[in-house]
């Protein structure tokens, strides 16, 4: 019952930095919960950070290594992935997603909507 659209993504230089944004409509975004994830060609979609829907709970994947920080304006309707010291390794497709209930936020099968997903290529 929400739409999700993923924008920021580009081309980096490593050691550079992107915001990634993710905008909601369709329904009340403060009633979902929000993750992060990320997908490489061959490789298993990949957990990247998780917030609740007050803000107050937050989490992040072991390889973020205080690099990355999520963040949500539930008055715009908006979440954030803001990246800093980005590495080769970090190039993926990246994808939010929302559900109303989670009991694990770092499985794909907890979130029941996703947006299209936008790039990130960071160059060595």
């Known amino acids: 019952q929400v739409q999700l659209v993923e924008s920021g993504g580009g081309l980096v230089q490593a050691g550079g930095s992107l915001r990634l944004s993710c905008a909601a409509s369709?329904?009340?975004?403060?009633?979902?919960?929000m993750g992060w994830f990320r997908q490489v060609p061959g490789k298993e979609r990949e957990f990247v950070a998780y917030?609740?829907?007050?803000?107050?709970?937050?989490g992040y994947a072991g390889f973020v290594k205080g690099r990355f920080t999520i963040s949500r304006d539930n008055a715009a309707n908006t979440m954030d992935l803001q990246m800093n010291s980005l590495k080769p390794e970090d190039t993926a497709v990246y994808y939010c997603?929302?559900?109303?209930?989670?009991?694990?936020?770092?499985?794909?099968?907890?979130?029941?909507?996703w947006g299209q997903g936008t790039q990130v290529i960071v160059s060595s």
């Open positions: 997603a929302a559900t109303e209930q989670v009991a694990d936020p770092g499985r794909q099968d907890e979130y029941d909507y």
């Open positions: 369709g329904s009340t975004f403060s009633r979902y919960n």
């Open positions: 917030i609740a829907w007050s803000g107050a709970s937050k």
